[in-house]
Every structure is written in structure tokens, then in C-alpha cells.
């Protein structure tokens, strides 16, 4: 069975420094979605990561991907308090009943302060 | 419309009651998916559909039944609502079926409490 455990679960992060946020995970697969969700809002979707070594950057956002390890990490640059949000990461099954699915991490609750 | 739509946005429901949760996409999305949203938890999947006519049971698809009588329209029903039925429910849907692991984007999402 696939578990997707993120790190930290709560992350207070300063104006202007530097953050990474992990998600692990327990069975082969080779696609991961980052996900962002402002408080009382849908998902929004981030980042796609389809192959081992993928990495994808957005504004203050990096992503990246390593398949051997099983592990993801969400980079962030010089924190600003729009980026205060939660952010999920989700994996797709490689096998078994519940192949294609997604499976999602608990979420990272960011909070970006002064 | 444009994406996902999602009704009520909101709803208070008495244990025992039956209620349905609507689920409408216009981007001719083949799979569709509800998921339940749970503080810690992250999100969890009910129930599925790959294609118009299909379904198949997620991770947690007891007490809640899905149908889908064509591609735009995937309605959740919980037959006889418990408390712990209480969540923040999102449909989803993907342009592949759900066996292709491919990207899903979200609706707004309906708050339910079950009293």
C-alpha cells in the first residue's frame, strides 16, 4: 500500500529565506503532483512531475523529483507572505488495486511572516 | 461554466438524512473522483469513475455511493449521513481514466456537517 508522508507538517518561515518542504513516499512511482490550497479553497495544482530527475520551477517555487530515493522536495526561495498556503503533495499508485490513483501527503501548512 | 462545479457549497444535515452532493465538469474530462478532505488527514478518495457508465470504490467508500449517467456529471449520495461523514468533500476530474495517473483538477469543494 502506498504512503505519501510530508515534512514538516507546519512550517513558520521569516520573509526572505529559504525553505524545503519533503514528501516521502513507500512504493515505486514515477509521478508526483505538488499541489497548493489557500485556506477555504480548492486545490490548485503546481507542479507535474512525470520522471526521474524532473525538476520544475515556478517564481519562488522549485520542485523536483527523485524516483530511486522515493522522495520529492519543494524548494522555496526568499519566502514572500503570498506564499503562505498549504501545499500537498500527491503520488500516483504504480500497482495493485489502486494503480493510477493518486495518493496525497497530509499537507504542509506554510505561514509566511514578517 | 468553465472546470469544476460543485453543489451545495455548503450544507448542515441532520444524522440519518439522505443527501447528495452534485459534481459538474465541462472540460469532457474522461475520470472522475470525489474526495473527502480531513484536518491531518490530507485527502482521501471515495469513490471513482474512468469513463461515463463506470465506477469503482477509493480508499474510504463506505456509507457514500457514486453514479455516472454520462461525462459531465458525477454525483456523491450518502444514503444515511453520520457524524463522521463531516468533511470537506472535492470532485475532481482527469482528461485520462484514472488508471493513467494523470493530473486532476479540483472543484471548490462542499463543506458538510452532519449533526
Known amino acids: 500500500e502506498l504512503k505519501v508522508e510530508q515534512n514538516p507538517l507546519f512550517l513558520s518561515m521569516q520573509e526572505g529565506k529559504n525553505y524545503t518542504i519533503y514528501c516521502n513516499y513507500s512504493?515505486?512511482?514515477?509521478?508526483l503532483y505538488w499541489y497548493r490550497q489557500d485556506p477555504g479553497k480548492s486545490l490548485e495544482s503546481l507542479f507535474v512531475?512525470?520522471?526521474?530527475?524532473a525538476v520544475k520551477q515556478e517564481g519562488r517555487l522549485m520542485a523536483s523529483l527523485d524516483t530511486k530515493a522515493r522522495l520529492s522536495t519543494l524548494h522555496i526561495t526568499a519566502a514572500v507572505h503570498d506564499l503562505s498556503a498549504t501545499y500537498f503533495c500527491?503520488?500516483?499508485?504504480?500497482?495493485?488495486?489502486?494503480?493510477?490513483?493518486?495518493?496525497f501527503g497530509q499537507g504542509t501548512i506554510l505561514t509566511v511572516h514578517p | 461554466i468553465a472546470g469544476i462545479t460543485q453543489a451545495p457549497t455548503s450544507q448542515i444535515l441532520a444524522a440519518g438524512r439522505r443527501m447528495t452532493l452534485r459534481c459538474t465538469q465541462d472540460?469532457?474530462?474522461?475520470?472522475m473522483y470525489w474526495y473527502r478532505q480531513d484536518l491531518g488527514l490530507g485527502l482521501r478518495l471515495i469513490h471513482y469513475?474512468?469513463?461515463?457508465?463506470?465506477?469503482g470504490k477509493g480508499e474510504v467508500p463506505d456509507g457514500y455511493s457514486v453514479s455516472r449517467a454520462n461525462t459531465d456529471d458525477f454525483p456523491l449520495t450518502l444514503a444515511s449521513a453520520v457524524p463522521s461523514q463531516t468533511s470537506v468533500y472535492f470532485c475532481?476530474?482527469?482528461?485520462?481514466?484514472?488508471?493513467?495517473?494523470?493530473?486532476?483538477?479540483f472543484g471548490p469543494g462542499t463543506r458538510l456537517t452532519v449533526l
Open positions: 500527491a503520488v500516483a499508485n504504480a500497482g495493485g488495486t489502486s494503480y493510477g490513483k493518486l495518493t
Open positions: 512531475l512525470l520522471s526521474n530527475g
Open positions: 469513475s474512468n469513463t461515463a457508465g463506470t465506477t
Open positions: 475532481a476530474s482527469s482528461l485520462a481514466g484514472a488508471s493513467s495517473g494523470d493530473e486532476q483538477f
Open positions: 472540460m469532457r474530462h474522461n475520470a
Open positions: 512504493t515505486t512511482s514515477d509521478r
